[in-house]
């Protein structure tokens, strides 16, 4: 696997306000994961995109994929303070499915009440 | 709680002692996955099983380091003669296995590891 890398490393918000976050990983992938940790419930998925899928929803999470620009996006809406998390992207590389994730150093987002 | 568990959920001990940390996934998950996590960064790989099978082990687990997992159900990890730079959160993830469709780790809680 590979590792993707955040960006921003940190991001403040007023609560209500729209958090984007992305993610950039440099070789094919098959499919690429979003995560949240935070101190209250530890690691989550949040969401899982393919590799020839261009954009996924769950609830107010948008996700979006593109894979010319090996670039995912995570967008965050209608924030609240439980949403204050790191958040992590594992992009997979293999076909043949669960593989160990490679984590980056993730994006810190706070929600400002 | 249907989820994975881990125990302890904290442990401090003195350098040079052992300690051994437990996972038990969920119930139908083939696999196993052990990570570690230190302060500022994202959790790293250190070995995962597929049901009794070992099947891939980090670089990162020395030969301090033994995780098994006997019954092909929960799993054990084995630090021997800890040092300060263990200290860290120990996460375990488990999964259904390639061909059953899911792609998904879902992990624990973690043990929060304090070496003294």
């Known amino acids: 696997s590979q590792q993707g890398e955040e960006d921003p490393q940190a991001l403040s918000i007023q609560e209500g306000e729209n958090a984007t976050m992305n993610c950039s990983y440099k070789t094919s992938i098959n499919n690429l994961q979003w995560y949240r940790q935070n101190s209250g419930r530890g690691l989550v998925h949040l969401i899982l995109?393919?590799?020839?899928?261009r954009e996924k929803h769950s609830g107010r999470l948008r996700v979006t994929l593109d894979t010319s620009k090996k670039s995912s996006s995570l967008l965050i809406t209608a924030s609240r303070a439980a949403d204050t998390a790191s958040y992590f992207c594992?992009?997979?590389?293999?076909?043949?499915?669960?593989?160990?994730?490679?984590f980056g150093t993730g994006t810190r987002l706070t929600i400002i009440p | 709680d249907t989820g994975v568990s881990q125990n302890p959920r904290h442990k401090i001990t003195k350098r040079g002692q052992n300690v051994t940390f437990r996972c038990d996934p969920i119930s139908e998950h083939n696999r196993l996955y052990w990570y570690r996590q230190t302060l500022g960064q994202g959790p790293e790989f250190l070995t995962y099983?597929?049901?009794?099978?070992?099947?891939?082990k980090s670089r990162l687990l020395s030969d301090r380091f033994s995780a098994e997992r006997p019954k092909g159900s929960f799993s054990t990890l084995e630090i021997q003669r800890t040092e300060q730079g263990d200290s860290a959160m120990y996460l375990c993830?488990?999964?259904?296995?390639?061909?059953?469709?899911?792609?998904?780790?879902?992990f624990g809680p973690g043990t929060r590891l304090t070496v003294l």
């Open positions: 995109i393919r590799s020839n899928e």
């Open positions: 594992t992009p997979t590389q293999r076909n043949f499915g669960n593989e160990k994730l490679t």
């Open positions: 993830a488990s999964s259904l296995a390639p061909g059953a469709g899911a792609d998904t780790q879902y």
């Open positions: 099983f597929q049901n009794e099978a070992q099947l891939e």
